[in-house]
């Protein structure tokens, strides 16, 4: 447990107790009711004949989608995910699918980097190219659909009432899984409703890519590779299935560190130069080329500052920023008369979070929008980064996985020419297309076992 | 010879009386505070001096205020800040509560929630900045009070893999200590920022390590656990440059023979170095140090 790359929030708000994981879930019970047939009733002096009776009962099994709605062990549902989410299911969803795309985190890209000792548009080619040779179509930048977020975020803060904010970032799987399971009244209201780039990733392929191409969604296999074991849990949402099947959106997602493990596991291979590729550059094809998008404001995905920057184009005035400690960053505008006229808030790590809601809970927290994720560090340290030994190690290797980050380049002519088309074609496709730009949350209910009181 | 002065109930009910799961000395000795399954914290007054001819009436206690809208669930253990002005309660609602002196009276003035599970030991640290608490979530929290009073996270550790049964602040240095299901002890310290596990020493008792205690200079500590041994540990390396390096080691174990029931509580007293213990079989041993 304690090597589990799940953030330390999802691993503390899931605690297991004395009894191993498989022993304690309830799920098995409670779902699937055993129909017991009216002849077994019990008959004094029958002796019960061997092999004649005793149908077959299916073997009863746990899904990751019974593990995320019970607030028991996480044990059991790391397990499932082990299994569900591996490279193993990766390559068979990969051989046995039309289409397949796979989708790169930037942080994915950085952290192999620093691990490899190269450049992020070098590794993004061999990663695209890694994939591309196992036959996979499609190798993507997840940035490309944090774009369509970041677009919406000023928006939606403009539509959070006074009394509903500060309104928090949704990207971390982390913390939207704790605030459902610990704090569902206080938090859940105040989380953004905006999709994580993942999941607007995740509808890109199976609903416009689907579309545009004509094939069935489950025809199309979709894998991320994420800094963050969390992701997996994101990824089995309800929420996010193709509207009226079981075909998750995102199929199935690795790490960082899974990925390198695979990539390491044989010879290094060399990169071919100049590809046969000759279409123009677009998000489909931007990654293997080497271009990677860009964000200002940091690699846990840049939200607090473009909400900052995008108050100023719009009103004016100056921003200040104070670091309170290395996880906890505080940003304020003033207009040009003085007044402060926003309050934007950084905050990295289960101890600020804690600290986040014990002043809302007291009304004390004044911001009006807080960039919240689970790992002190942000994204760039997620769980399922590539892993050091030492603390020494582990420090300096994050701060050049931040600094490549912060060095990726911000012009992404991807961006700039290919965002809008896709997005005018998303309409002409199915003008309620925003809706999948969106989701929800609900609070997960206690179990039995952890009613209990005494 | 030790001798009953009195005898007073937690629960007013007397005929079926709740279990009280601690008692805690006010730092004047004139206050005591004790907690229990009824969910309550209840401060108590000493009155009158108890005489050598050991007359009980001279000496009694008076409850004088009954915290009961605090906690929701049984509550596991109550302890006063050093300056006598706080007190803290931590309970199976998983919350901690702090309460403050004002008139002689204390009332709650704080509640650190945080815990999953149940809170079964918090404590204030030596110079009352930190309140170090722990819990069946297998966590230790380390809560800060800044300068007006108000509490905030300052850190959280997950370093055992089972139930934390409690801990202990070393009497001079911040410096703590933690024991748990799991068999084992870890050491934390403040490193300017954030708290860290600085000695982690494993399979100290066969099962539970129920208790500790540090003597009164915080050079020996003494541990007890589910197989009823009594073990003494000793710091190495005091006084040299760098904390990282004074660690500690275990120099005995003292079976107690005659139970086959788990020690639960130990107690260091401070002035003539004797060790109390309380253990399932209800009773109480009392042993001497002697010399290191």
């Not at chain 2, 005591?32 to 007359?55: E, T």
Request: charged share 30%; glycine share 6%.
């Amino acid at each position: 447990m304690e090597d589990s790359g799940f953030s330390g929030v999802v691993r503390l708000s899931n605690v297991s107790d004395f009894i191993a994981p498989n022993l304690d879930c309830i799920i098995p019970l409670e779902t699937k009711k055993v129909e017991k047939e009216v002849k077994d009733e019990v008959k004094i002096n029958a002796r019960m004949k061997k092999k004649e009776k005793l149908p077959e009962k299916p073997a009863v099994k746990i899904t990751l989608a019974d593990c995320l709605a019970c607030n028991g062990c996480i044990t059991s549902a790391e397990t499932v995910l082990i299994e569900e989410q591996s490279f193993g299911k990766l390559w068979q969803g990969v051989s046995s699918s039309k289409l397949s795309v796979i989708t790169i985190s930037p942080q994915t890209i950085t952290s192999l980097a620093v691990k490899l000792e190269t450049t992020p548009q070098d590794m993004a080619i061999r990663i695209s190219q890694f994939f591309k040779k196992r036959r996979v179509h499609h190798v993507i930048d997840s940035s490309f659909a944090r774009h369509f977020a970041h677009r919406m975020l000023l928006e939606e803060l403009h539509s959070t009432p006074a009394t509903s904010r500060p309104l928090l970032s949704s990207a971390c799987p982390g913390f939207v899984c704790y605030a459902e399971k610990s704090h569902g009244e206080l938090l859940i209201p105040r989380i953004s409703k905006i999709r994580s780039p993942q999941a607007i990733t995740g509808a890109l392929i199976k609903h416009f890519l689907a579309k545009k191409l004509a094939l069935s969604p489950c025809e199309i296999f979709h894998a991320a590779v994420m800094p963050c074991f969390d992701k997996k849990l994101e990824a089995s949402r309800d929420q996010f299935k193709v509207d009226g099947t079981q075909v998750q959106e995102t199929d199935c997602v690795v790490s960082s560190a899974e990925l390198l493990e695979e990539m390491t596991k044989e010879e290094q291979e060399e990169v071919i130069e100049g590809s046969e590729d000759v279409e123009e550059e677009n998000w489909l094809n931007a990654l293997g080329r080497g271009h990677i998008i860009g964000e200002e404001g940091g690699a846990s995905g840049g939200y607090a500052d473009r909400i900052v920057s995008d108050f100023i184009a719009e009103n004016g005035g100056t921003s200040k920023t104070e670091t309170l400690n290395k996880n906890l960053f505080y940003t304020t505008v003033t207009s040009p008369s003085g007044d402060v006229t926003l309050r934007v808030a950084k905050v990295y790590g289960f101890r600020n979070i804690q600290n986040l809601v014990r002043k809302m809970k007291t009304k004390k927290e004044k911001t009006d929008y807080v960039e919240v994720m689970a790992c002190p560090g942000g994204c760039a340290n997620g769980g399922g980064q590539v892993r050091y030994d030492t603390i020494g190690e582990r420090e300096e290797k994050l701060k050049l996985v931040e600094e490549n980050y912060n060095h990726l380049s911000k012009n992404s002519h991807v961006l700039e020419g290919d965002w809008e088309k896709v997005k005018n074609e998303w309409d002409s496709i199915d003008e309620n297309w925003r809706r999948f730009l969106y989701t929800d949350y609900k609070t997960v209910e206690t179990n039995v076992t952890q009613a209990l009181k005494w | 010879m030790l001798r009953q002065i009195g005898k007073f109930f937690h629960d007013t009910n007397e005929e079926l009386p709740c279990r009280v799961w601690m008692m805690c000395w006010h730092h004047d000795g004139r206050i005591l505070a004790s907690c229990g399954d009824d969910k309550k914290v209840r401060v108590w007054a000493l009155i009158g001096a108890h005489d050598a001819d050991g007359d009980e009436d001279s000496c009694k206690l008076e409850c004088k205020t009954v915290l009961d809208d605090s906690h929701t669930r049984a509550v596991r253990s109550v302890a006063f800040s050093h300056d006598g002005r706080s007190l803290v309660s931590a309970s199976f609602d998983a919350a901690v509560v702090i309460y403050q002196q004002e008139d002689g009276e204390f009332t709650e003035c704080d509640k650190l929630e945080g815990h999953e599970s149940e809170v079964k030991c918090a404590v204030f640290s030596k110079s009352d900045e930190f309140v170090a608490t722990c819990s069946r979530d297998k966590s230790v929290w380390f809560w800060q009070q800044d300068e007006y009073g108000d509490f905030s996270v300052s850190s959280i550790l997950q370093p055992h893999t089972q139930d934390v049964k409690h801990v202990a602040w070393h009497p001079t240095e911040d410096l703590l200590v933690s024991c748990s299901y799991d068999s084992s002890i870890r050491f934390y310290r403040y490193d300017g920022e954030d708290w860290v596990t600085q000695q982690k020493i494993d399979a100290v008792h066969e099962g539970t390590v129920w208790s500790m205690a540090f003597d009164a200079d915080g050079n020996r500590l003494v541990t007890v656990g589910e197989d009823h041994v009594v073990q003494l540990f000793v710091r190495e390396n005091v006084g040299t440059k760098s904390a990282d390096s004074d660690t500690w080691k275990s120099v005995c174990q003292f079976h107690v023979e005659d139970t086959r029931w788990p020690i639960y509580s130990v107690s260091w007293n401070a002035t003539n170095d004797v060790i109390a213990t309380g253990g399932g079989d209800s009773k109480i041993r009392l042993r001497s140090s002697g010399d290191r």
